[in-house]
């Protein structure tokens, strides 16, 4: 099997892919065109990025050898999702792996805001000591932060607050009253209600089309004078525009990891009006680059490989049907031998009964001398059909339902 690494990886896991019997091909600097041309050439039963775009172009060169894509780290939003599932490739990512170190630069923005750090640093290097300025300070004992989007980052960052002493109101789209209790968070009705009782604000909401713009107009009218806000999770899913108003009419104090039109490499020129206005600190979207967080995706990464290799269910895939637009009208349910060709049969009676299969999943017994499938179909058979599987050899018995 022929691994495409296509973005900086810990030498762990190539060493790990390497130990699966994989070719590695590991080209950091891959992108775009480059990218898409190492695909044709290579022809990867895996493709793995971190930040790297995986656009239809790139698929389309890797077709038709290209199996899997692994995003190593948690959003897919760099990859061109619905391109891979029209080609039958499966998207998986790593999520969870980078709660921690994303979580500590989250904290880590808190308190530089509160504490002008990075004003108080660019003052001694320019020689000038300002103690008298720099002296006055909030805390954040006490304070009250405001989390949207409760995951695992924010689950992280929700241990971190606790430790200093400072109380959590969250919201989030799953989040209840046991769950809520647990963490010892206080739970919120809607993110408004997050903004106006908190100050200091910590978003984590994952980018979808449902996200994108999520934190605007209304959430930053709600959110105290002078107050707090810090964004390592998605730039999109803040209306800049919104963010600038609030800056200039309340006086927020912002720290942001991601921003808008970000450099695509790791390094390039960066020019941001966000960046330049007066209170705004940030990070050049390095929330999840530490030595902990990146080992723990590539291990990830390791295992979603190897249980692809195996045969067995991919790991954390994300674009595997759920539930379809259009449900099932029925269920047939065949126990049958585990002998050649039995499936085979039962496939080719529906293709011949003009039957659409909507999802299928067959099990073998222990001493591999029996098997059950289950098949749910779009359409509702007549008995006939019924009694004609009943006749195949090897075929034990049919049950089938209407749903």
């Known amino acids: 099997?022929?691994?495409?690494?296509?973005?900086?990886?810990?030498?762990?896991?190539?060493?790990?892919?390497?130990?699966?019997?994989?070719?590695?091909?590991?080209?950091?600097?891959?992108?775009?065109?480059?990218?898409?041309?190492?695909?044709?050439?290579?022809?990867?039963d895996v493709l793995v990025v971190r930040s790297t775009k995986v656009t239809e172009p790139v698929l389309d060169a890797a077709s038709p050898g290209l199996r899997l894509v692994i995003r190593a780290g948690a959003g897919v939003d760099t990859i061109d999702v619905a391109a891979a599932s029209r080609r039958a490739i499966f998207v998986a990512n790593c999520p969870g792996m980078n709660s921690v170190a994303v979580a500590e630069l989250a904290f880590g923005l808190i308190a530089a805001l509160d504490r002008r750090i990075p004003d108080n640093v660019a003052k001694l290097r320019a020689g000038e000591w300002a103690k008298a300025e720099f002296?006055?300070?909030?805390?954040?004992?006490?304070?009250?932060?405001?989390?949207?989007?409760l995951g695992a980052i924010a689950i992280e960052l929700v241990k971190r607050a606790q430790a200093f002493g400072m109380p959590v109101i969250a919201w989030s789209r799953s989040l209840d009253d046991d769950t809520a209790t647990r963490l010892g968070v206080r739970r919120a009705a809607s993110p408004e209600e997050v903004a106006a009782a908190s100050d200091v604000v910590s978003v984590h909401v994952a980018l979808t089309d449902a996200t994108r713009g999520f934190i605007g107009r209304p959430f930053f009218a709600a959110m105290r004078d002078g107050a707090s806000f810090v964004n390592t999770s998605r730039a999109e899913v803040v209306d800049a525009a919104a963010l600038r108003e609030a800056i200039a009419g309340k006086g927020l104090k912002v720290a942001l990891d991601v921003w808008p039109d970000e450099p695509?490499?790791?390094?390039?020129?960066?020019?941001?009006?966000?960046?330049?206005?007066?209170?705004v600190i940030g990070t050049a979207h390095i929330g999840a680059s530490?030595?902990?967080?990146?080992?723990?995706?590539?291990?990830?990464?390791?295992?979603?490989?190897?249980?692809?290799?195996?045969?067995?269910?991919?790991?954390?895939?994300?674009?595997?049907?759920?539930e379809r637009a259009t449900p099932a009208a029925a269920r047939l349910t065949?126990?049958?031998?585990?002998?050649?060709?039995?499936?085979?049969?039962?496939?080719?009676?529906?293709?011949?009964?003009?039957?659409?299969?909507?999802?299928?999943?067959?099990?073998?017994?222990?001493?591999?001398?029996?098997?059950?499938?289950?098949?749910?179909?779009?359409?509702?058979?007549?008995?006939?059909?019924?009694?004609?599987?009943?006749?195949?050899?090897?075929?034990f018995s049919i049950i089938l339902r209407r749903l």
């Open 290 to 322: 530490t030595e902990q967080a990146q080992q723990a995706i590539a291990a990830e990464a390791v295992r979603i490989v190897a249980e692809f290799a195996t045969g067995r269910e991919v790991p954390n895939v994300v674009n595997m049907t759920r």
């Open 135 to 149: 002296s006055k300070a909030r805390g954040l004992y006490g304070r009250t932060l405001g989390i949207v989007g």
């Open 334 to 395: 065949v126990r049958h031998a585990n002998a050649t060709g039995v499936l085979a049969a039962v496939l080719g009676a529906i293709d011949e009964a003009g039957l659409e299969v909507h999802e299928m999943a067959n099990n073998v017994f222990d001493g591999d001398q029996a098997a059950i499938v289950k098949i749910a179909l779009h359409q509702v058979p007549g008995d006939d059909f019924v009694e004609r599987l009943r006749a195949l050899p090897h075929v």
């Open 264 to 279: 695509a490499g790791g390094t390039g020129e960066f020019r941001s009006d966000l960046a330049s206005l007066p209170g």
């Open 1 to 44: 099997m022929r691994v495409l690494i296509a973005d900086a990886f810990e030498a762990a896991g190539i060493q790990g892919l390497e130990a699966l019997g994989c070719e590695v091909v590991s080209s950091p600097a891959l992108s775009g065109e480059t990218l898409a041309a190492a695909c044709a050439e290579l022809q990867p």
